[in-house]
């Protein structure tokens, strides 16, 4: 049996894969990372979203191992991904950021939990944040969950409360949701469902995703034993409008496809009411643009309701139990609890 697991681990090819838009500072400042910690496990790639820096020179000249894919079209992350891993022959996917500084024997963790869990599909390791190594960070922290409503949070991250590592999620974990800026997949199951949703552009695509393989059947692990240190909102900040966006019509799309039959009008229902309230919330900040941007998120739901629920009836919906509290609203905003180990 020992045999059998050893050889296992030596055959699994694992195929690390960083999408790029204009990105050259940064692959600058993290690719020696990947490339220090990762060449003995893993192939790794540059799938460039037809970036207009120098970033195909730079990587040609300075990292002549790394394979360059080039996408002909900047198609966001659900489609620069969808593109570029059709040229990817790989056991498993790991999907990284650009902004990701992985540390040494970060995947020998993953490949064990997958080799240990034939139902994992999906892992993810632990997310720390790059500008102050001690706390967790914003994107996926231990790993993430939802709630009745369909809000994301996560172990270590509630809202905007994030907690110190110290050592209370060293552990492998079934989570909901894994990260999407350091998301591991086998790529016979990404295939097997199409991959990212390239209607999302961008944000909450790996929510999406990750629902679905457990509408089908598989599982989603964290393995709090590998970890990485991600800077996060590079790609679009906080206060940018078109995120807003994109953020509250994506978890529309989310919600319209995954939640189970018999709850899923009256969470969209809810979702629109409190989407309302957000809305409002942002006109009293004197941030109008904001609330514009949920109105155009709403109107694009609609616009595009009944795709949306012709994708949810190619799902066999083996999941049920999505949600792991009521309302993290609730419990976080009136109730005021700021730590995982409090929501429940």
């Known amino acids: 049996m020992h045999t059998q697991k050893h050889f296992f681990l030596f055959t699994l090819k694992i195929?690390?894969?960083?999408?790029?838009?204009?990105?050259?500072?940064?692959?600058?400042?993290f690719l020696p990372s990947v490339i220090a910690h990762s060449l003995d496990d893993a192939d790794v790639y540059v799938a460039d979203?037809?970036?207009t820096d120098d970033s195909i020179p730079f990587l040609k000249e300075k990292y002549p191992q790394i394979h360059i894919i080039q996408n002909s079209t900047n198609g966001g992350f659900a489609k620069g991904y969808n593109d570029a891993l059709k040229h990817v022959k790989a056991d498993v996917y790991a999907l990284v950021n650009s902004d990701i500084e992985v540390t040494e024997n970060w995947l020998k963790p993953i490949k064990t939990a997958f080799e240990e869990n034939n139902k994992t599909a999906i892992i993810q390791p632990k997310l720390l944040d790059f500008k102050d190594k001690s706390k967790f960070e914003y994107a996926g922290a231990a790993g993430g969950f939802v709630d009745f409503f369909g809000y994301p949070f996560c172990r270590g991250r509630i809202f905007m409360e994030l907690e110190k590592d110290q050592g209370q999620f060293n552990d492998v974990a079934d989570i909901f949701w894994a990260s999407g800026a350091c998301f591991f997949i086998k790529s016979k199951v990404y295939h097997q469902l199409g991959g990212?949703?390239?209607q999302y552009f961008a944000h909450q695509e790996?929510?999406?995703?990750?629902w679905r393989v457990q509408?089908?059947?598989?599982?989603?692990?964290y393995v709090g034993t590998s970890k990485v240190y991600h800077v996060g909102g590079a790609t679009l900040q906080e206060s940018n409008p078109q995120k807003t966006y994109l953020n509250f019509r994506n978890s529309l799309f989310t919600i319209a496809k995954n939640v189970p039959k018999r709850y899923v009008f009256l969470v969209i229902f809810f979702r629109l009411i409190l989407d309302g309230v957000a809305g409002i919330k942002f006109m009293l900040e004197l941030r109008p643009v904001h609330t514009w941007s949920i109105i155009k998120a709403h109107l694009s739901f609609y616009r595009n309701l009944r795709k949306m629920l012709?994708?949810?009836?190619?799902?066999?919906?083996?999941?049920?139990?999505y949600f792991y509290c009521f309302s993290i609203v609730w419990e976080h905003f009136i109730l005021r609890k700021k730590m995982f180990s409090n929501i429940k």
């Open 215 to 221: 509408n089908e059947g598989h599982g989603i692990q």
């Open 49 to 51: 979203n037809n970036s």
């Open 15 to 29: 195929a690390i894969i960083i999408l790029n838009w204009n990105g050259r500072k940064l692959m600058e400042k």
């Open 196 to 198: 990212f949703d390239e």
């Open 310 to 321: 012709a994708k949810r009836r190619a799902l066999s919906f083996k999941q049920t139990n």
């Open 206 to 210: 790996e929510i999406d995703l990750c």
